[in-house]
Structures are given as structure tokens and as C-alpha cells.
């Protein structure tokens, strides 16, 4: 399915039927009205202080542990804690919200989010700080995927829909980058739980503006819930991210890892049964055969996991090599956002001349060529100008990578079905942030000199981008029938 051709979610291309991507000169540039532009902001400043959520609270945990009494081994929980609901019930979030209503889901999530955020910011031990992490995750499962369903709904396929998911995601790339400088500036100057506050204060921002502005959104069937998809699904999912991002404090030799590690792969297998076998599947199989769902979110797992090691590696290296301060290392992934502002500008107009499919292709090939730049990174001064450029023009492929996939994925998509595709990206966003430290990162932690396994890390890292770039080339490439119709 392509995005070139502009139609109304509910006239959106059929499979059978659906256009290609090829390039198409002199598309004008959507004009959103002031309430598009309203909608716009809720959704995306939504989505920005969950991506802020994943990074402001990194550089104040030394600062936190000693404040609430946490040992360094128990600090990983404060970001445990978040991802697990926040990975785990994404995709039941999306289908209910699918079900049920998007807006009322979206403003449920919203205000459970700001709750907990004031929860985190006032705890008095480490037993309410965490729940208050864990319920912000609970808030984020709600409210990105129907944050998202809500934004492909609201602009129709084509130009418009180009236009708000490029600001979206620019903002989630952003919401990243800042996060890691606000942290170590709010701790700095206001203390740890300044950083939850802000989180406070952008829900208190968002959550009165939403209901007045957002249309309520849902299938028009009431099909009943897939409840044992949902309870394999959600428990795979979350034994998973628990597994993974055990590992990567602690490596993979545990038993706690291990175990759930096998239970959350037999979950998840237990999962596909379950959908293959089910008249109303929670995710349906269909749609995860769609070559454009398939190796569109493939693209998004690389693009995210590969990105995040990065980030990860980066820091250890500016550090602990270099010798940089923390708010020196924000500095250098200030100029990332800012570059990556400028490519969430521009990278909806790339895609709407060469296609999204072309877009992710050329934007991961991009990613893992810039990243190979990095294995030049030395212990002189010079080092940080290579790192701060490398990593900032890889982030802006990252960026054009991040757009481009999630068009790929939900256009042509019904309206539907939406939750289900939106919920499918966001979940391997989560997946993929999750999963690209533990697997490759802890070969940087572990390793008997830091430089050495700083290194292999980003050796392996450019490698994985540039064979899933090959690999989504080949899968997205475009099939003519005999007919003369594009296969999905």
C-alpha cells in the first residue's frame, strides 16, 4: 500500500486493489486548519511526554537511589517498573480501544499517567515511587496506541496524514533527546523528583485541552474481546521485557532470566495458536502477513533497537573515555534533536516524493553506513566531533526510518483495523527500545577494556541495520499480478 495516493480512511485502498509508492512530483503541501492543527498538538505533546518519560529520570537515578534509600541493583526497577505495562499491555490497550473508544481510552490513559507521575514525584520510598512508575507504564499502554489510532483517523491517508505523523514523530525523537538534557539540568538545579513533576505538568497541560478537541473513534461492530489472546499476548510480553532488561543490568546467566524468558517465547507461541484458531482474534494473522506489516515493522524493530544501543554505547564512551560530564554528554545529544527536528521537517517530503517503502529502505542503509563512521572513535578531542556529527546524521536517517515505517505499516490499513496496526508499531517501538541494550550493549559493559567492546558493539550495531536494510528491500518490493493489480 502506498501513501502517495490521498483517500479517506473509510475509502482507503484494498489489497487487492492498492497503489503503488512510486514517486509523484509537485504534491502540494497539506494545509491543516487551526482546529487540525489543535488536534495536532494534544496528540503529539501526548505522545512527547511518554518518549520524555523513557529518558528524563536516566542521569537522576544515583541521585534518586540515595535520596529513597534504593541500592544501585534496585535502581534498574525505576525504569523496569515503567516498561513492563507500558510494553506489555500496548497491544490490548490498541484492540480495546478499537472496541470500545479510542478518545475514551486515550483520556483514561492521560489522566491515570498525570496521577501517577504526581504519585512518583511525592514518594517517600521506594515502594511508592515504584508504583508510581508503574502505573505512569500502565497510563503509556493506554494512551500510544490510541494516541496513534487517533491521529490516523483523524487525517486522511495522503499528504495530511504524512504531515502529522512526521511531526509526531520528530517529537517522539525529541522527546528522547530531551529528556536526557532536562533530567540532568532539573536534578541539578530543582532535585530528582523535578523530573517527575514536569511529567505532572504536562498531563495538567493536555488533559483539558483533549476532551473538547478529540472525536470519539471505534469500530462500528461490538465484537466481543479475545480474552485469551489478550492474557497470552500481554504475559508473553511482559515476561519478555522483564527477561530483557534484567539481562541487561545483570547478563542472561540468572535463573529469574532465563526462566521467564522461556515463559515469555511459549507465551507468545502459545499466542499465535491461540489467533490462528479464534473467530475474533485479538491481532489478526491476516494483517500480520501483509508484506507492508510485516517487514515495515521489522524495519521499526532495527531502526529503534540498533538506535537506542547506540545512544547507550555513546554515553558509556563520552564518559567514561573521554571524560565528558553529564551535562557535556547532553550537550552532544542536544545537537542529535536539533538535527532531528530538521529531518522530521523534511522527511515527509522525501517520502511523499519517493514513497515510504523507498524511505525506510534508504533511511536504514543510512543509519548502519553513518554508524560504521563511528569505529573511528579514538581518545583524542577530536573523537567528540566525530561522535557528536556521526550520531547526530544517524539520527536523522533514524528519524526518516521512524516515519517512513509507520506509514508503511498503517496506510491502507481500514479504519477499523487501526488500533491493531498502530498498536503492532507501537509495540515494536517498545520492543525494540527495549531489546537492543541487553542483546548488545551488555557486550560493552562486560567486556575487560571498555574502548574494545564500545567498539564491537557499534561494529555489530552498523551490521544488523545494514542487513535489515537489504532484507526490507527485498520484502517490500513491489508484486504486479497478472491482472495488473499490486499485491499487498
Known sequence: ????????????????????????????????????????????????????????????????????????????????????????????FGRTGDLYGRRRL??????????????????????????????QGLGA???????????????????????????????????????????????????????MGLLALFALIVLPLAPGLLPESRTPERPRLDVPGAITVTGGLLALIYALSTA???????????????????????????ESRTDQPLVSLPMLRRRT????????????????TVVFVLTLYLQEILRLTAFETGLVFGVQGVLSVVAGAYAPRVIGRVGARRTLVASLAGQGAIGLSLLALGEGGWSVVLATAAVSLASMCHLGAIISYGLTVTSGVPDEEQGL???????????????????????????????SGVHTVLLLDAVIVLAAAVLVAVGLRVRRTRSGTVEP
Open 141 to 195: 499502554a493506554a494512551i500510544v496506541p490510541t494516541g496513534m489510532s487517533l491521529l490516523t483517523t483523524t487525517f486522511p491517508e495522503g499528504p495530511a496524514r504524512d504531515r502529522a505523523l512526521g511531526i509526531s514523530g520528530t517529537l517522539l525523537s525529541l522527546g528522547f533527546t530531551v529528556g536526557m538534557v532536562a533530567g540532568g539540568v532539573l536534578t541539578d538545579l530543582l532535585g530528582w523528583r523535578s523530573t
Open 421 to 451: 496496526a498502530t498498536g503492532l508499531v507501537t509495540s515494536t517501538q517498545q520492543v525494540g527500545i527495549t531489546v537492543g541494550i541487553p542483546l548488545l550493549g551488555v557486550l560493552a559493559t562486560t567486556a575487560t577494556d571498555l574502548a
Open 248 to 274: 541487561a543490568e545483570h547478563g542472561f546467566g540468572r535463573a529469574d532470566v532465563l526462566v521467564t524468558l522461556a515463559a515469555g517465547l511459549l507465551l507468545l507461541t502459545a499466542f499465535a495458536v491461540v
Open 1 to 92: 500500500m502506498a501513501i502517495d495516493t490521498p483517500s479517506s480512511p473509510s475509502t482507503a485502498p484494498t489489497p487487492s486493489t492498492a497503489p503503488t509508492d512510486p514517486p509523484v512530483a509537485g504534491r502540494a503541501a497539506p494545509r491543516l486548519t487551526p482546529r487540525d492543527r489543535l488536534v495536532l498538538f494534544v496528540l503529539c505533546a501526548a505522545q512527547f511526554m511518554v518518549a520524555l518519560d523513557f529518558s528524563v529520570l536516566n542521569v537522576a537515578l544515583p541521585v534518586l537511589g540515595a535520596d529513597l534509600g534504593m541500592s544501585p541493583s534496585a535502581l534498574q526497577w525505576a525504569v523496569t517498573a515503567f516498561a513492563l505495562p507500558s510494553g506489555g499491555f500496548l497491544l490490548l
Open 106 to 135: 486515550f483520556l483514561a490513559g492521560l489522566a491515570l499517567f498525570g496521577t501517577a507521575s504526581v504519585l512518583a514525584t511525592f514518594a517517600w520510598d521506594p515502594a511508592s515511587f515504584l508504583a508510581g512508575r508503574a502505573l
Open 293 to 308: 506489516v510485516a517487514w515495515g515493522n521489522l524495519g521499526g524493530l532495527v531502526t529503534f533497537s540498533m538506535m537506542s
